[in-house]
């Protein structure tokens, strides 16, 4: 069985349980971020950490750790557990509120550590298909526990055969996916959107890594852009980089997965191999 930090102490996932009457349940207020290891390391943890603090600023929640000690808290909950790879979900709850809509500063932090599962290797090697939604996400900079919209999107996605879902803005513009980023190459530029998205931690990581190899756009995509892309790709800490070879009714490029995306792949899988042997 996991051990979980829930505010303080380490527990048994069974025994771990937060109030019923914090605002993460009553109100969907809460904020979380999440991240997996490589060589039994977490993948840019002080980037997760930061992204989950500016999470909570930009909504209102009272961060009960400074970021060191979450860092700490983090390492000393994969000690507790002995999984070879692992997810690793920081959690930080709004906290009990006397009329349950005004916060307190009585928030709850939890670290809860599983055991990695590989996902379906044919995503991989043979590509997926995605779809679009026309869904805007309040405050999309903020990683919220609200994910009413992408639960909701995400089923219409799954009864369409596609894996994810791509939220669409009132300006026609292409943002990102329920819980993915999105990019893709238009020639030999390599294009992701600019605004009303979650900064990715690995659209982040790709960015830099890829800052010399190939021309780098970030700008608005038109959805009508979308038949005119050469490769696609999503990405995101727990699917990393998953070739898209259809959008809705439109197949990208021949339908198979590019040279770009498979070299982008292959760049992504050595720098995260080489992160999780580099000490420290
Ligand atoms: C809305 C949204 N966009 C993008 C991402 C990808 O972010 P990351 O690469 O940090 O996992 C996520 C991750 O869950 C997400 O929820």
Redesign the pocket.
Known sequence: MDIYYVDGKFVKEDDAVISVKDMSVLRGYGVF???RTYGGKPF?LE??IK?LENSARLIGIHVPCSNVEIADIVMRTLAENNHEESNIRLVITGGISPDSITPTNTSKLMVMVTELHPLPPEWYTKGVKIITSDVV?YM?GA?STT?LQ?IVVLNNARDQGAIESI?VDQNNRLL??????LFMFFGDKLVTPKGG?????????LLDIFKDEFEIEIRDIDKNEIGNADEAFI?????EIVPVVKINDLTIGDGKIGPKVRRVTEVFTAYTTEYGRSAG
């Open positions: 971020d999440f991240l840019h980037d997760h992204r996400r999309p990683k994910y992408a939220y990102e996916g329920t819980t993915t980023n998205i979650l900064p990715g931690i690995t659209r982040q990581v990405s995101a800490s727990n699917k």
